[in-house]
C-alpha cells in the first residue's frame, strides 16, 4: 500500500486545479502496467473529465468534482450535480469525487453509494465493471492540512462522549438545551459536537429547532475511531482463578465496590452469542477491585481486563440484571469494536441486535 508522498503532504494543493491534478496523478501511479488515465477537458459546469483506458482498448470516461474542503454533508447535493451532467457520445460517464482530504465518514458514504473518490493523501476508491478495475488505497487517518480555527474534527475527549452517548441512549428528538441537560456535557462542547455530526451527516437539526435523523449506529462507529476501551483508559490485566462465572458471583457480593461490566458479558445478556471468555469492565478504584474480586495480576493468558479512566459517562444509565450492574448497550457496543481479538465482531453482532430491537434499549 502506498501513500502521497511526505514532500506532498507537506505542500496541500492550493487550487480546485491542483487538486484535480494530484489527484489524477495518485490514481495514474497505482494503475497497473498496460492502463492509463489522461484528463480531456476541464469546462466550466464540472470540474474534470477524464479517461481510464484499459490495456484492451476499454474506457471509462469520469466526471469529475474537485474539492478543496469537502464534509459528508455536502455529498448529496455533490453527487446530484455529478449525475445531472452528460456528455456527448458517453452513454455511462463515471462520477467521481477529489478532495485534499475526505475524511473516514464521507469515504464510507461514497463507497456505500459505489461512488469512486480520490484524496491528496492517498485515500481512493474505484471499483468498475467495464473496464473491470478495482483500485484502493489509504492515505492520512487525518486531515494533514488542518489548521487552528477550523471546525473540531474529532470526537475526542470526556465531554464528546457524554453528547454522543446521550444522543444515541435517548430515542425521542431533542433540541440542543435538551441535550445539554441529558448529557451533562457543557454548552459549548455541545453545539461543538452536533455541529460536527451535522458536517458528517449523522444528524439534522431544523434551524433552531430539534436535532432529528440521529444515525446512532455510525455515530457509534465513527466515536470508536476516537474512544477506545484500552487506548482511552487505564487497563490493568488480571486472571480470575476460577473463572468468569466465580467473578461475577463476586461482583454479586461486592460491597463498596463501583463497577460496571462491559464487552461480551454486557453483550451476551442482550445477544447471547458465544459463552465470554474475557471479562470487561470499569471501575473507580482497580487496587479495591482486584483485591475484593480475587485477581492475580499476568502478563499473559488474562481473562479480566479493568479500566479505569476520565470517561465517568461509563456509568450513565446502567442496567441492573440479576444482581450484576452493566453499562449501557451503546457503551458496551464502542468497548467491543475498539477491545482485543475477537470482541470488535462481536461489537458488530451488538450492533445488529441494537438494530433490530432498538425499541428495546433506547430511552
Do not use: C
Not at 457543557?186 to 453545539?191: F, R
Not at 460536527?196 to 475511531?225: C, H, K, M, N, Y
Not at 484500552?230 to 454479586?252: E, T
Request: no cysteine.
Amino acid at each position: 500500500m502506498r501513500t502521497a508522498s511526505k514532500e506532498g503532504l507537506d505542500r496541500p494543493p492550493e487550487r480546485e486545479v491542483d487538486v484535480l491534478r494530484r489527484a489524477l496523478a495518485l490514481v495514474a501511479d497505482r494503475l497497473p502496467a498496460g492502463w492509463s488515465i489522461r484528463l480531456v477537458e476541464v469546462e466550466r459546469r464540472i470540474d474534470g473529465v477524464a479517461d481510464l483506458i484499459a490495456p484492451d482498448g476499454q474506457r471509462a470516461t469520469f466526471l469529475i468534482e474537485a474539492k478543496r474542503s469537502l464534509v459528508a454533508s455536502d455529498l448529496p447535493g455533490l453527487l446530484d450535480q455529478l449525475r445531472s451532467y452528460s456528455l456527448p457520445q458517453v452513454e455511462q460517464p463515471v462520477p467521481m469525487v477529489a478532495a485534499r482530504y475526505i475524511g473516514s465518514s464521507a469515504r464510507r458514504w461514497l463507497e456505500e453509494r459505489d461512488v469512486s473518490y480520490v484524496d491528496a493523501t492517498g485515500n481512493m476508491h474505484i471499483l468498475l465493471e467495464r473496464p473491470a478495475i478495482y483500485l484502493r488505497d489509504r492515505g492520512a487517518d487525518r486531515d494533514p492540512w488542518r489548521g487552528p480555527g477550523r471546525p473540531r474534527g474529532t470526537l475526542q475527549g470526556s465531554p464528546a462522549a457524554r453528547v454522543v452517548r446521550a444522543l444515541v441512549d435517548f430515542g425521542e428528538a431533542m433540541t440542543v438545551p435538551d441535550l445539554i441537560r441529558l448529557s451533562g456535557a457543557s454548552t459549548g462542547a455541545t453545539y461543538r459536537v452536533v455541529e460536527f455530526l451535522e458536517r458528517e451527516a449523522f444528524v439534522t437539526r431544523a434551524r433552531g429547532g430539534p436535532i432529528l435523523d440521529v444515525q446512532w449506529r455510525r455515530i457509534l462507529e465513527r466515536w470508536s475511531e476516537d474512544y477506545g476501551f484500552q487506548r482511552s483508559n487505564s487497563v490493568n490485566a488480571y486472571l480470575s482463578p476460577r473463572g468468569i462465572p466465580a467473578l461475577q458471583q463476586d461482583l454479586r457480593e461486592a460491597v463498596g465496590l463501583r463497577y460496571a461490566l462491559t464487552g461480551s458479558l454486557a453483550a451476551h445478556r442482550l445477544a447471547p452469542h458465544a459463552p465470554a471468555r474475557l471479562a470487561m469492565l470499569y471501575v473507580d478504584d482497580v487496587e479495591q477491585a482486584a483485591e475484593t474480586l480475587k485477581l492475580r495480576p499476568v502478563e499473559t493468558g488474562a481473562n479480566v481486563l479493568i479500566a479505569h479512566g476520565k470517561y465517568d459517562v461509563v456509568f450513565d444509565r446502567l442496567t441492573r440484571d440479576e444482581g450484576l450492574l452493566y453499562v449501557a448497550p451503546s457503551q458496551a457496543a464502542v468497548d467491543l469494536l475498539t477491545g482485543p481479538g475477537r470482541t470488535p465482531a462481536e461489537g458488530e453482532e451488538l450492533l445488529n441486535w441494537m438494530e433490530e430491537h432498538e425499541r428495546a434499549w433506547r430511552r
